[in-house]
């Protein structure tokens, strides 16, 4: 088996604080975690949860106060790595006095690329994220998703086998964030590895191998999106119109919610026919009944709450 | 300097061409042309004293408000604005990204000197008609001033590596003005009597950069020949002065955090 793209060991990060800068706040706890060659790995998270700090720290933005980390076989301390790895930084900001292609040419020169394979380069990629009609257009004058698309293009300019990419779908309207899934897989059938973190859960369940939830500087669950959320089915949904002239019995009618003409309920599977037989008492006209499942969503939820309900929680945050 | 300082360097000056910066070339321009229409007839026989004197003096200081105020933002913009975290994404060390912000805008100030000291040629040009030999002072004299400038930028940068901009400022000038006493600082040492205010005054003046010895305008405006000697010792001076604060700067910046 071939080995990790990323290997990650017991990485912890604390910022000084304070005037004297003598307090230590602890950002990122003991991380360790390895993501595999070619695989999509969702690094979830709240605000302030370390994510940004550890991308930002495997990249060499900032530097560890303890553990190691290594992609592809190289410490990341190593500059020369970079070479190999592509970086869309959270919120990315560009020199506004260049167009996208200047951008995209000036970056290029960094890996001693020859100016017709850049120029190619920058015609391909500015293609792919969909900036070709704003060649023109000095970045000063983009919208965020626009300046996100550079940020894409930038990050995969030089062919990197791992892409490290903070918040890719942020900024973006549904169909960028569509489109932005697709390049992710479509990097992924070539073979690339992908780290990205995102606090959008549902992208994070349709595009990734394996997640990893990090929450409050500590990594709290890794595993696929399926593993993660329990399968198990957490309650009934019943959606009807109450068409009979005789009310609903009181325990239902509490509970439904009215959406235009119809309500919903949601009532325990052991008690479904209970509530449907009333429902048909009533005379209602039951129009779907569903299976309401644990959500990536809810996992997430459940340990943000926990974490906060803990009185011993550690402050971070990541500045 | 490497590929990828170099890489640095020309889009530093391209961002100062851009934000307008060479700008300031033209208020140089109205300023000659006002001195060359006007000088001749308040000041007979003085003409070229005055405007090369004028010139250099121009030269001098718009130079230094452009080491100064581009010099701090130099580093500090690409964390503020967090351009950098792009740039340091690639394969560039962080010495050779600080060494191409210094190369970028020195070539700025190059640029930008060369072109007003063409002005002050053509000021002149047209209050005494003709070039003489010993105005090639003129031009040790520019020289000295670019000099200077590197000086400035470099510890404009290493500021701008660990402060805010507008203590940068501050710390950049506050050295730019001890320097250019740093002769006096050491006189004051001997004169107080004391052995230890002395040693500190003898210390802090070497510490620091002297500008004195880059100001050869009286020589300029009188046509006198700078010593050989002098032209080799600034530029060993200069270059050595402002390596040794590139490289504190390049210490400074290798460990920082960003943002």
Known sequence: MASPAIEIEGLTKDFPVGFWQAKKRRALDDLSLQVETGEVLGFLGPNGAGKTTTLKLLVGLIFPTAGTARILGHPISDVSMHRKIGFLPEQPYFYDYLTAPELLDYFARFFGLPAADRRERV???????????????????????????????????????????????????????????????????????????????????????????????????????????????????ILFEPRGARPLPAALAGQATQIGNRRRIEVAEADLYSALEQLKTAGAGVLSVTQIKSTLEDYFLDLVGAERATPHAVEVSEK | MTRLAGVVAVNTFRE????????????????????????????????????????????????????????????????????LYAVLSKPIRRWEFLTGKFAG????????????????????????????????????????????????????????????????????????????????????????????????????????PNFNNFNITASAAYGRAVPAKLILDNTLYAAVYAAIVLLAAAAAFSRRNLK
């Open chain 1, 123 to 237: 015609d391909r990629l500015l293609k792919k994220v969909g900036l070709d009609g704003t060649r023109k257009i000095q970045l000063r004058k983009y919208s965020k998703g626009m300046l996100q698309r550079a940020g894409l293009a930038q990050a995969m300019l030089h062919d990197p086998e791992v892409l490290i990419l903070d918040e890719p779908m942020s900024g973006l309207d549904p169909v960028g964030r569509r489109e932005m899934r697709e390049i992710i897989l479509e990097l992924k059938r070539e073979g690339r590895t992908i780290l990205f973190s995102t606090h959008i859960l549902p992208d994070a369940e349709m595009i990734c191998d394996r997640v990893a939830v990090v929450v409050a500087g500590k990594l709290r669950g890794v595993g696929s999106p399926d593993q993660i959320v329990s399968v198990k089915v957490r309650g009934m949904e």
């Open chain 2, 105 to 208: 805008l020195l070539l700025t100030l190059l640029v930008n000197t060369a072109l007003m000291t063409l002005g002050l040629a053509a000021a002149l040009l047209y209050v005494k008609h003709s070039f003489a030999a010993a105005d090639v002072t003129i031009l040790v004299a520019v020289y000295f001033i670019l000099l200077k400038l590197a000086l400035i930028t470099a510890l404009a940068l290493f500021f701008s590596c660990f402060s805010s901009p507008l203590l940068s400022i501050l710390f950049t000038v506050g050295i730019y003005v001890a320097g250019l006493f740093a002769s006096d600082i050491r006189t004051f040492g001997h004169i107080t009597g004391s052995r230890a205010l002395d040693a500190i005054a003898v210390a802090f003046s070497y510490l620091i």
């Open chain 2, 16 to 83: 100062a061409v851009r934000d307008r910066v060479l700008y300031s070339l033209l208020f140089f321009a109205l300023l000659m042309i006002a001195a060359a229409i006007l000088v001749g007839q308040i000041s007979i026989g003085i003409e070229t004293l005055v405007i090369i004197n004028l010139g250099l003096s121009a030269i001098s200081i718009i130079g230094l408000m452009m080491a100064v105020f581009i010099g701090v933002g130099l580093v500090y913009k690409e964390m503020d604005k967090r351009t």
